[in-house]
């Protein structure tokens, strides 16, 4: 794999396809054993827009009952976090009393997913969990538990597999990190 450039920045190959597609059949394996068998029937929710390609991903190896919904969040602005959450999308379906499962790209600072958990719990979901592929531990401490994690990865600026950099990169297979 060679470097690419999107806008201004230079990126060097990190994690090929290969290794995600594993890390997702670890964490599928999980959450299908956690939810074998249950009476209800799981919203798996995805996190517009960088958790696209995981969350197909996910869906293609989940084999129990379960229903999708979406939500678009937006708190990243070029390399870094801004620290506030816009809700770009409200939520497609209603949580009140369903078992719901956040489909999310990346964990950095947990403020979304903090964020996110409170607005379901208000709303009156039953239980949630939260479901990352990637999670930068450095960062996050110990603010909000993570029920599942594909692969943990150190505090730096990624693309590719639905992450972008300013809009651009979401559909490389491969993930890319920012050339120090
Ligand atoms: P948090 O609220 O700081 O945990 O940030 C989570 C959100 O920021 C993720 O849903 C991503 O959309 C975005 N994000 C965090 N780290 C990166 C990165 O390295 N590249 C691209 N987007 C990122
Ligand atoms: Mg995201």
Redesign the pocket.
């Known amino acids: 794999m060679d470097k690419i450039v999107l806008h201004d920045k230079t990126f060097e190959p990190f994690i090929d396809n290969s290794t995600l597609e594993r890390a997702i059949d670890e964490v599928s394996a999980k959450i299908n054993s956690d939810f074998k068998g249950r009476e209800d029937i799981p919203l798996v929710l995805c ?1 517009l827009n ?1 958790a696209i390609m995981f969350t197909g991903e996910l869906l293609k190896r989940l084999d129990f009952p379960l229903e999708l919904c979406a939500i678009k969040l937006a ?2 602005q070029g390399t870094g ?1 801004t620290g506030q ?1 816009q809700e770009t999308m409200g939520l497609t379906s209603p949580v009140k009393g369903r078992s719901v499962i956040i489909c ?10 903090v964020t996110l958990k409170k607005k379901l719990l208000d709303e009156g979901a039953a239980d949630v969990r939260i479901c990352t592929m990637l999670l ?1 531990p450095e960062i996050l401490k110990d603010k909000i538990p993570l029920d599942y994690v594909g692969m943990e990865i150190p505090a730096r ?3 590719g597999f639905g ?3 300013d809009g651009l990169g979401r559909n490389i297979k491969d993930i890319y990190v920012l050339s120090e």
């Open positions: 996190v960088g708190s990243y976090s959450i999310e790209d990346i964990v950095d600072t947990g403020n979304t997913m930068k600026f990624i693309v992450l972008d950099y």
